[in-house]
């Protein structure tokens, strides 16, 4: 008996790995392409480039009228010290995210970009523009009073879709699907 269940557990492990590698690659995520940080006068200022690959359902659901919004989060991170340079602890101080809307206009077959904090809008005749406009972070104004406060500071950044805001009925697909996760991994900034 016990060589049976020996050579049953083999053959559901070979079937568990045989699954896993016939599992179809994920999806390209979003990529912080470079992100620094520069000094211009008593203050500091971010500039970032993001990548924005949609997948075919993404581009789908924004064809058929869905607006996508698409977040930008942005951390400083104060490093101490714990055990030397061995171990450090990271603590936040500070965070902010942009957010934009993204969605298409049938009407006049241009897609609009909704900034959602101030409410302005900017226009585009492909996607490819709009998204292009959105993935520039230039010269965002990081705040004075955290910098000097803390002089071992890490910034980091990443960017994804923001599922939660689709339509009530979208929502679970999309949590679950790996065509709807797109977040980019936290990339941090160089500074100069």
Not at 116 to 131: C, D, M, R
């Amino acid at each position: 008996m016990h060589v049976f269940s020996v050579v049953k557990l083999t053959r559901k492990l070979l079937l568990m790995l045989a699954l896993c590698w016939s599992v179809p690659a994920v999806a390209e995520t979003f990529r912080v392409e470079h992100a620094d940080v520069r000094k211009v006068g008593n203050g500091h200022i971010l500039n970032a480039s993001i990548s924005y690959p949609l997948t075919p359902r993404v581009l789908e659901a924004l064809e058929h009228g869905v607006p996508i919004t698409f977040f930008q989060e942005i951390q400083l991170i104060n490093e101490i010290p714990v055990l030397g340079p061995l171990w450090q602890w990271n603590r936040k101080v500070w965070r902010t995210e942009l957010v934009y809307e993204l969605r298409f206009h049938q009407l006049s077959r241009q897609y609009v970009l909704t900034a959602v904090s101030t409410q302005k809008f900017q226009t585009f005749p492909t996607i490819e523009e709009a998204l292009a406009s959105m993935g520039r972070i230039n010269a965002l104004t990081l705040p004075p009073e955290i910098l000097l406060k803390h002089n071992r500071l890490q910034l980091r950044l990443r960017s994804g879709l923001d599922l939660h805001a689709l339509p009530t009925p979208m929502r679970p697909g999309a949590l679950l699907s790996t065509k709807w996760q797109l977040t980019s991994p936290w990339t941090e900034a160089k500074w100069y």
